[in-house]
């Protein structure tokens, strides 16, 4: 089993009127604590995450472009803080959209936000 998420980093950004930056990273939670780690976390959680970190790429469907982006193999993750407080029934689609867990491999093109 995988559990799939992305990860935004951000950092304020010197050179544009100090306005922070995104970057995003997808995270892969393999084996036993891939369920554990879908469960227990939530959307927007902050949370502490060590891994081996590679690049990837892949054909969007939508554009036909290559994409690349970095991807963390989690070996070890810590929520930090509490959760966010829950949202309401009609933003539910989008917070399963992004702890997608199966069994099959990567997010598909749709749930990754670059």
Same mark, same amino acid.
């Given at each position: 089993m995988v559990a799939n998420a992305? =990860?935004? #980093?951000?950092?304020? @950004?010197?050179? *544009?009127?100090?306005?922070?930056?995104?970057?995003?990273?997808? =995270?892969? #939670?393999?084996?036993? @604590?891939?369920? *554990?780690?879908?469960?227990?976390?939530?959307?927007?959680?902050?949370?502490d995450v060590e891994g081996r970190a590679k690049s990837d790429s892949y054909v969007s469907k939508k554009t036909g472009e290559t994409v690349n982006q970095w991807v963390i193999k989690v070996h070890t993750w810590t929520p930090v803080g509490t959760p966010p407080a829950a949202k309401p029934a009609t933003t539910a689609g989008a917070d399963a959209a992004a702890w997608n867990t199966?069994?099959?491999?990567?997010?598909?093109?749709?749930?990754?936000p670059f």
């Open positions: 992305s =990860l935004a #980093v951000d950092f304020p @950004d010197k050179k *544009r009127d100090d306005t922070d930056k995104t970057d995003w990273f997808r =995270l892969e #939670v393999w084996g036993e @604590d891939a369920e *554990r780690f879908a469960d227990t976390l939530k959307k927007g959680q902050l949370i199966n069994d099959t491999g990567p997010a598909s093109d749709e749930e990754v």
